[in-house]
């Protein structure tokens, strides 16, 4: 948006400068040919004003010694007005060609002056004085049709050039005309584009707002770009954390819930069991039972048992007792986990050592502020799970290190059948379980006792096939 | 009675003086504000205006007056316009100058001195260089030029060099005199052969030889005379003595002025020097040898 902000910004501001350099340029154009216009036409008037004071001058030689005859203050008034028209005449001109023509003329001009000055002065015979008279009317005549001819054929050039420079000027009006009309209307199109640029996906963020609002959790922008692409991206990722957070917040009630529900549900079952668990004990002490039926007593107990654990499980899942962390060596638990859990996979396997335990264990392992025995269970369910994940054999790899951010870092790797991808997200999920007689809690309660301490847990596929569990607890303070 | 037409006559004698002040009014200038400096026909009568511009505006400038110069197309009309109102000062050659003086009482203030450093000049007589004529002798019947009646170098020096010679009536001797007017016109007539002996001041003949190299090849000077006072600034009798002092300090020390220096240089001079009337003597006695009274001297015309 940034970058369009500033391209849209530099359009505006390129059309409104080149515009005006065009408007200026084309109204110093303008001026300029007028003003030259002016000055040929001035010029013009000077050629003419030179020529009528040529011919009054040549008239008051005419009427000299004639009862029309002017003063002689007023003839010289007259050459001396006509001398200074000459030369303002002549210093219009500059090129080669012209100021040839007119130096030319300057010099009949000043032939003309010097005949007339000298009647005016000399005192002579009559046939001097007469000789004199004719050579400057002659010179008078002369330059008389020189100017006229050079006023003539520059009126009608200049007549040319007027018209031409006058279409000229009509032409750029047009042009201006269109320039000042078009320019707003480009102006306002550019400013509709720009604004729409803005307001368009500013009202999908504000749809999808109201949208959120609305319930709709699972909603995303989507189409946006640049700095609304950011905003449309940090949008949906807040729906997205909402939507985790409600979902968690659901669980977290339903599982209130269902804690309450199994607290009741244990406590309401538990003394009855203890007490078919304990009468079937005794009967099968007591003998009398042989053959098929001690069998379905033994089984009856099982499952009394197993019913038991359910119990106990549940209510740990639903109600989990307070954790009373302590310092613990991580390695401690692990070693005397392992060595209890061993026996106890529900598969053991037939072949003895075909279970090949690997302990990568740290020994500067720092130590972590930990409930000993919710860790020790935690472990436990991972243990069987990796063995139960093995019964054809295989390699179970224990390790601990020290982990970035000062947490400890435990991971639990089997070689077995491995869990599908899919299925990663689905494992922690309470009785959710893949094996015949499982509860579905045991994954669900160690994700819930590692929570509690502090930490988190985590599930990937092993190299090679298998399965890894990866245990991430802070450490305690040195 | 008898007592009566002394006291009558005597009081006559006393107010006399007043009444003859009244008669020397004086004036401020002839024509109300504006102040009017003729220009004698030494050139070209539209050069000399042309010339002269700077300086009257120069003047203008220096003594608060409007200073027009106004060009005389004969040099009796300049002088006598000191007869009557209308002209308050002028630029006269040194015969004209006396005449002026002699005859209207206008007093000589300052004097033009060339770029040579001389404020002074002198007459000369010329022909052609292919005319044949070496002597006086050789000039009977010929065509002469003369610049006027009323210029010492242009008329009185070429009489008293051929009255040296022997020629009193000049008319008779040469086969036509004219006044060609300026000194310009009378090179030039003699230059184009329409005139076969010129008589010129040596200022204008030296400075026009210096722009048209022909004066100097075409052209053959026979005679020169001794030096007289060049170009004089002569004011009116009865101008008032402020405008009078004003005119004439503005002259006289305007090459210390650097805009004056530019204009002089303009103008064709290095600076103005006083001028008094005993310096024109010299020409009053060219005049006398010749005969003229000066206060009756009219104003001959040739045919």
Sequence with gaps: MKKRIIIGLACFTAIFFLGGIYIIGTIQKATSTLDRLITLHQVQILREQLLIDVKRTQLDLAFEHTRYAKGIDTVITNVVLMDEEARRCTGCHHDARTTAKIMGLQGDIQTFETALSRILTMRAGDSRVL??????????????????????????????????????????????????????????????????GITTPLDVIVQATRKVKGGDLDFRIQGLRDEFGEVAA??????????????????????????????GLVHEIKNPLTGIKASMQVLIEQGGFGGEDKTVLLAVLDETKRIEALMKSLLDFAKPPMPHPIPVDINNILESTIAFSLPYSSVAPRTPGSIQTVKDLDPSLPSTLADPGQMQQVFLNLLINALDAMPEGGTLTVGTAAGEDRRIKIEIRDTGKGIDEKMREEIFRPFFTTKHKGTGLGLAVSKRFVEMQGGTISVEGNKGGGTVFRILLPAADP | MKKLLIVFF??????????????????????????????????????????????????????????????????????DGFARPGLDGAFLGSFACALAHRKFGAEPVARVEGLDGSSLHHGLLFVRQDSGIKTAKDMKGKRLAFVDSQTVAGYLLPLVYLRSHGIKNYKAFFGETYFAGTHEDVIYDVLEGKADIGAVKSSVYHELADQDSRIQWKLKILSRSPDVPETTFVLRRDLVPSVRTSIGDALLTMHDDPKGREVLKVFGARKFVAASNEEYQPVIDYARQLGINLKKYDFPREQ
């Excluded at chain 1, 320039?179 to 199109?189: C, M, Q, R, S």
């Excluded at chain 2, 009017?36 to 505006?57: A, H, K, M």
């Design chain 1, 234 to 263: 940090s949008f949906n990722e807040m729906a997205s954390s909402l939507n985790e957070q409600m979902r968690n917040l659901q669980r977290a009630e339903q599982m209130k819930l269902v804690g309450e529900m199994a607290a």
């Design chain 1, 131 to 196: 000789a004199e008279h004719d050579r400057a009317f002659q010179a008078g005549g002369d330059l008389i049709n020189q100017l006229t001819s050079i006023v003539v054929s520059t009126k009608a050039g200049l007549e040319k050039k007027t018209q031409t420079s006058l279409e000229g000027i009509g032409s750029m009006k047009t042009l201006l005309f269109v320039l000042i009309t078009a320019g707003p209307i480009l102006a306002i199109g550019l400013a509709v584009i720009f604004i729409k």
């Design chain 2, 10 to 79: 005597v009081g006559i004698g006393l107010l006399a003086p007043w009444i003859g002040a009244i008669g020397d009014e004086q004036k401020p200038a002839a024509s109300g504000s504006t102040f009017v400096i003729g220009l004698s026909p030494e050139r070209n009568i539209f050069r000399q205006v042309e010339r002269y511009t700077p300086l009257t505006d120069y003047l203008s400038a220096k003594c608060g007056l409007d200073v027009k110069p106004k060009a005389f197309t004969q040099y009796k009309d300049i002088i």
